[in-house]
């Protein structure tokens, strides 16, 4: 059996080589006898997948000794809730900058807790989000808690390439869908939280790195499993932790290690964007709406000249062994997502099918 090329969104593809290491290991972990999935969380053997998780992310990202490292459960949406929680610090009041979906559910999410302020909102007068407003644009609030950004959003294929600067006011960012795909400074953010379905590993885990100085004052009474502070001071194991789920992540960062860290995938990233871009761009049979300031490396939507033909563009790509391109229900059209996990073969394989259906239908 031969695998395809899975563009999807999320859960996404994994590298072959890890997906292979956890074959190997999956009855046997290490001379263990058991699988990790049957592992105590409490015992050795998990401790110590636990701590080369933590560890190699740390070094992949250069996160600062000052920021904690959380492995907790719930998605990417359940930090929506958790961020405004744990992050007002007796504040009433916290921006956020609407560039898609993603932000603009997690902005809803946070009015349940504080007041909200949209200090910039990129929608046209259909709704879509086609481009990452510019900073100057920005009504900042002094007094707010922290400003919250969605860096890349993996509906609409916005990302930003530039980190806001939010001077004193602690900068909070969603980067599920391409973290570990370029090189950030985690010391310009308050908070950083990522679901790993996209570009780390299996559904079920988010990640959290948080500055150590603003856990631990959270809204009064807050619920335990909603307390950063709790989560840190018990190493993510409050509950049993997503045990499989953080083992394959950690397998993911020493994949990434081993490619040359994430320099060497933000090189290939960029070449694998520019070479779909181009192709998109060269065919006036595809339509792209975003900037190309801020197209996104990640998520790239697309549509045809004609919905009618989705269905049989969509039937010729998985003859050709590629799958997973049909856009999201809420924009329609295409989208190839193609992560870390994506081998740079795919895309030209998808390009070459963009060339074909293109003369074919144009």
């Not at 072959?16 to 058991?34: I, T």
């Not at 510019?134 to 900042?140: A, C, I, R, V």
């Not at 619920?223 to 049993?240: C, E, I, Q, R």
């Not at 269905?311 to 062994?321: D, N, T």
């Amino acid at each position: 059996m031969s695998r395809v090329y899975n563009f999807s969104a999320g859960p996404a593809a994994l590298p072959e080589p890890v997906l292979r290491k956890a074959a190997a290991e999956m009855l046997d972990w290490c001379g263990s006898g058991q699988s990790v999935m049957e592992m105590s969380h409490r015992g050795p053997d998990y401790m110590s997948i636990h701590a080369q998780a933590q560890q190699d992310l740390r070094d992949l990202l250069n996160i600062p000794d000052s920021y904690k490292i959380l492995f907790l459960q719930g998605g990417g949406t359940t930090q929506f809730e958790m961020v405004p929680i744990n992050l007002l610090r007796g504040k009433g009041k916290a921006d956020y900058v609407i560039t898609g979906e993603w932000s603009k559910r997690a902005a809803q999410e946070a009015r349940a807790f504080c007041q909200v302020n949209v200090v910039a909102d990129s929608a046209n007068a259909k709704g879509q989000h086609t481009f990452v407003p510019k900073q100057s644009d920005w009504k900042l609030k002094k007094d707010a808690a922290y400003v919250h950004v969605c860096t890349n959003e993996t509906l609409g294929g916005v990302e930003y390439h530039w980190t806001p600067d939010t001077g004193k006011v602690p900068l909070v960012a969603d980067m599920s869908s391409h973290i570990l795909s370029k090189q950030i400074d985690v010391s310009k953010y308050g908070l950083i939280y990522a679901g790993a379905q996209k570009n780390i590993g299996p559904a079920g885990l988010v990640l959290v790195i948080v500055r150590e100085d603003l856990i631990g004052h959270a809204v009064p009474t807050p619920p335990p499993m909603f307390n950063y502070k709790v989560h840190a001071d018990h190493d993510s194991m409050l509950n049993t932790p997503p045990t499989y789920s953080i083992y394959m992540a950690g397998l993911v960062f020493q994949w990434l290690k081993q490619q040359g860290g994430v320099a060497e995938m933000e090189k290939r990233n960029i070449q694998k964007a520019n070479l779909l871009y181009d192709a998109l761009d060269r065919l006036p049979f595809y339509s792209t709406k975003v900037n190309k300031g801020d197209r996104s490396r990640m998520n790239v939507p697309f549509t045809l000249p004609d919905a009618r033909l989705d269905e049989a563009f969509l039937a010729g790509a998985k003859e050709r062994g590629m799958v997973q391109l049909k856009g999201h229900r809420l924009i329609g059209g295409m989208r190839a997502s193609i992560y870390n996990a994506m081998p740079l073969s795919g895309v030209e394989t998808l390009v070459a099918y963009l060339n074909e259906f293109a003369q074919k239908n144009g």
